[in-house]
């Protein structure tokens, strides 16, 4: 049970980070938010643990965390700010990529030790990466359209939880979709690409459920800085 209650305790620090951040530094800290939670998400997505007796990988509670950023900020600003939002989260894990497959190629001086490390980490198989990025832009940009969609068919603060959780569980699971497609389907046989997609999408759906009261926190808050 180490994992499950030591997960349970990131999701609740992660989460409350974010709304940290919102109040001290406002809309601005939303945005800079969106661009960590990528980096560390797919820093994390390489160390693989077992939780709830599955095979899983870490990541996915810093992942939610950007669906519950574009959540208050759809909810806060408007759709034009969520999705801006998106746009640079797409733009960082594209630059994150780039510049670091170029540091890869520098030839490390005899007594360096981190390139392996770095090899590790950074050396995205081409599939991975394009599945990451794909998934990141498609299923964010879904997840704020829904989220209005939503907010027209139920308005009221006291359907929050509705907005939230329909538009994040319905992203999350084209997310799930499109990354374990492209990533590893025909790379291994059929039942373990439907096991991977369950399990994966089972750990999204949890954090996702989590991440509720933290939105309506949000939604509270009034940001020492605001622009």
């Known amino acids: ?16 980070l974010v709304l940290l951040i919102y ?27 077992e939780l709830l007796s599955m095979t899983a990988t870490l990541g996915n509670v810093m992942y939610g965390t950007a669906f519950l950023v ?5 909810e806060k600003y408007g759709k034009k700010e969520a999705q801006k939002a998106v746009w640079l989260g ?3 894990l594209i630059s994150l990529t780039i510049v670091m497959q170029i540091a890869l190629l520098f030839k490390p001086h005899a007594s360096d030790f981190a390139q392996p490390a770095l090899e590790t980490i950074f050396g995205l198989l081409p599939r991975i990466a394009l599945g990451s990025l ?3 832009l498609i299923s964010q940009s879904l997840d704020v359209y829904l989220f ?9 603060d006291s359907q929050l939880w509705i907005r939230n959780n329909g538009s994040t569980m319905i992203s999350q699971l084209i997310d799930t979709l499109v990354f374990t497609s492209i990533a590893f ?3 291994f046989p059929l039942h373990d690409w439907i096991q991977i997609f369950i399990t994966t999408y089972v750990l999204k759906w949890i954090v996702a459920m989590l991440d509720t ?5 949000a939604k509270k808050i009034s940001p020492k800085y605001t622009e």
């Open 1 to 16: 049970m180490f994992n499950e209650i030591l997960g349970l305790i990131s999701a609740i620090v992660t989460f409350s």
């Open 90 to 92: 797409f733009f960082t």
């Open 134 to 136: 794909l998934a990141f």
């Open 213 to 217: 009261p933290f939105v309506y926190f």
């Open 185 to 187: 389907l025909g790379a």
């Open 70 to 74: 574009t959540d208050i900020l759809s």
């Open 148 to 156: 209005h969609w939503f907010k027209k068919k139920f308005p009221r």
């Open 23 to 49: 109040r001290f530094f406002g809309r601005s800290g939303l945005f800079v938010w969106i661009g960590f939670s990528t980096v560390v998400a797919n820093l994390q997505v390489v160390k693989t643990v």
